[in-house]
């Protein structure tokens, strides 16, 4: 799917690129006037006053909390029923597509431990990060099920 995010809204920009959907989030202030070159885009903004807005103007619109970015996140994934997989194919920073690379080609930046060990490099040619599948992967496994939790749990007694 493809997202528009508000400013606030960009630690999630980041976990739904991790599940592969395409995302922008927009600098500084929301316009009406920015918003409608995204056609079909969905946005997504903690404003009430935006949400009736942008909804009485027909564009595609879903209201999160302010606080609690793992609620918001957990809030999208089921109100869109996303596959809550971590594709990992598109660059954190800024959303292009990422390739996949050899390790030796990159010898230089990578720390020592993560060479030996990490897997599945891959490089955004669009901002030159360099990404690769390591210890941290499982702690974003865990955050992800956490993330989960919150919306898909049996309501408590
Ligand atoms: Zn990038």
New binding site residues.
């Given amino acids: 799917m493809k997202f528009i995010l508000e400013n606030n809204l960009s630690r999630i920009a980041k976990w739904l690129r991790f599940l592969g959907h395409e995302v922008r989030v927009l600098k500084g202030e929301v316009k009406l006037g920015k918003l409608a070159k995204f056609e079909g885009f969905v946005f997504i903004t903690t404003s009430r006053r935006w949400f009736d807005t942008l909804e009485d103007r027909g564009f595609q619109v879903f209201l999160v909390p302010r606080e609690d970015w793992k609620l918001q996140l957990c809030m999208v994934i089921k109100h869109f029923d996303l596959e809550p997989a971590l594709r990992l194919d598109l660059?954190?920073?800024?959303?292009?597509s990422l390739e996949r690379v050899r390790k030796e080609d990159f010898k230089d930046r990578i720390p020592p431990t993560a060479y030996e060990s990490a897997y599945d490099f891959t490089y955004?040619h669009?901002?030159?990060?360099l990404f690769w599948k390591g210890t941290h992967f499982e702690g974003m496994k865990r955050t992800l099920r956490d993330v989960l939790e919150l919306c898909y749990s049996d309501p408590k007694p």
């Fill in positions: 660059c954190a920073y800024c959303g292009h955004c669009e901002c030159d990060a």
